[in-house]
């Protein structure tokens, strides 16, 4: 790495920047050289084992460097990667982003994400993802009013039109339409909180079998070292230069390496500090709960958001799997410090009491999630850390938790910090970086 390199520069996802990889990619420092050669293997470690840094990891891998993944859980993918909606974002959810560059933001990873995730798992989504559209529910107090909203959701469908990956998306949206639901059968479907809903060609997928996918290539991918129940403490410089870094972990042990990606999400920011990165405000840290629920029979009720604000939706993956989630429910800790500490999950009668508040906030305005708790052969509570460029709460239109348009990779030499922002952009970021500090799969050292 050069001079030039020594300074921190900033990147969004859409803006990875693609540089003459011959310059630009990551060599072992040391290395003995045959020629034009690199004799040692560059050596990385990925801090963090979500999907952001096991796709980043298996990528690594396939470029021939040789890489450990750290992760202070005892299995890859425990955390936000496993428990969440799923959703691969064309940027509908932030209709109150007046600028339309959180949809912009989130386009081209949504679209490539099927593609990008069969590329590392070697599986098709078919059968995995939701096949319907989902539903945008306009709930009385949002924060966007229904006419104002509306005009988003045709611009954010234009752009989705407009985007050259349109037709590579989980289903082909070329033609991306929100098409508003005949006030006839929105009131069949919710209550009278409701006051105008739209169709939209947004999908989901099932997230604990991605989690499950991505585990297993992560153990049988050549090249990959790892160290599971290890807390990441620190990084530190040795010596003077930005491409040599030392990985401290809580058990006492360290990682001498090359490269490091930084991709502890909740836990990033400590790290990047020890690293040499100041973080900018302003950021916030949430941590949200929801339900996972198996049904004994398969249920009719639709995958349904309620926009915009601090409210709740429903996930109906194949009919028998939902997600349930009341925002202002499952919002069981929020922080601008460097970390939030993980709150328990409630078990028991605790998980009980929660389910039971989540459906007495959802079940007026939708009202088949009762059939769908009544029928619960299981009721998961579980959630995960959010974490956003941005401070404020849902209920302020101002808020910049409104917009997600400022995550992406910060450098500084070959330390590599990823807000992952999305779990939908996760697979096409991760591989955009992996290229940029290795440079194209089967090019292998
Ligand atoms: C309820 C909920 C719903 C969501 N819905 C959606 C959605 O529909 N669509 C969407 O695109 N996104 C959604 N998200 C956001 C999405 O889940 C995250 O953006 C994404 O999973 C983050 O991936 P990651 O790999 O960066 O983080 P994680 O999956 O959290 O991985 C980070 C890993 O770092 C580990 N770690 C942290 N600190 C340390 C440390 N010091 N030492 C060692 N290990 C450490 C953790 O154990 C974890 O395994 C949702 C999030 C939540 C919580």
Not at 201 to 221: F, H, I, N
């Amino acid at each position: 790495m050069g001079a030039a390199d020594l300074s921190r520069r900033r990147c969004g996802a859409h803006r990875v920047r693609r540089r003459p990889v011959r310059g630009r990619r990551v060599r072992a420092r040391g290395a003995r050289r045959a020629g034009d050669r690199a004799v040692r293997r560059v050596r990385a470690a990925v801090l963090g084992a979500g999907i952001m840094g096991s796709s980043v990891a298996i990528h690594l891998a396939r470029r021939g460097v040789e890489v450990t993944i750290i992760d202070r859980e005892p299995a890859p993918m425990a955390a936000a990667s496993r428990w969440n909606e799923g959703k691969i974002h064309l940027g509908y959810i932030y209709g109150a982003d007046p600028t339309l560059a959180t949809a912009q933001h989130l386009l081209t990873g949504g679209l490539q994400f099927a593609e990008r995730l069969r590329e590392l798992v070697e599986e098709d989504l078919d059968g995995h993802a939701t096949t319907e559209d989902d539903i945008y529910l306009v709930h009385r107090d949002s924060v966007v009013g229904p006419d104002l909203l509306r005009a988003r959701f045709e611009a954010v469908s234009g752009l989705v039109r407009e985007h050259p990956d349109a037709a590579r998306y989980l289903v082909d949206v070329s033609d991306a339409r929100a098409t508003a639901i005949p006030p006839s059968e929105l009131a069949e479907l919710t209550g009278p909180e409701i006051v105008a809903g739209y169709r939209v060609p947004e999908r989901s997928v099932e997230t604990r079998w991605v989690a499950d996918r991505l585990t297993a290539v992560l153990a049988s991918q050549a090249g990959v070292t790892q160290r599971l129940g290890t807390t990441v403490v620190g990084v530190e410089r040795r010596g003077d230069a930005v491409d040599a870094w030392r990985v401290n972990t809580a058990d006492g042990a360290h990682e001498d390496v090359d490269v490091v990606v930084n991709a502890l999400w909740s836990g990033r920011l400590p790290i990047d500090v020890t690293a040499g990165l100041t973080p900018q405000r302003p950021w916030t840290h949430r941590y949200r709960l929801c339900l996972f629920v198996r049904t004994r029979t398969v249920q009719e009720m639709p995958s349904a958001l309620v926009a915009v604000g601090p409210f709740g939706d429903v996930k109906n993956y194949n009919g028998r799997d939902f997600y349930l989630s009341w925002y202002p429910v499952g919002l069981v800790a929020q922080s601008d410090g460097l970390e939030l500490a993980t709150p328990p999950t409630p078990t028991g009668a605790g998980a009980e009491a929660f389910a039971a508040r989540v459906r007495a906030a959802l079940e007026p305005i939708m009202p088949g999630v009762g059939a769908v708790l009544d029928d619960a052969e299981s009721v998961v509570v579980h959630g995960g850390f959010v974490f956003a460029r941005g401070a404020g709460a849902l209920d302020d239109p101002r808020s910049g938790l409104h917009r997600r348009d400022r995550y992406g990779v910060e450098r500084l030499g070959t330390y590599f910090s990823v807000d992952t922002g999305k779990y939908s952009t996760a697979p096409w970021l991760a591989r955009e970086l992996a290229e940029e500090i290795a440079g194209p799969a089967g090019r292998a050292r």
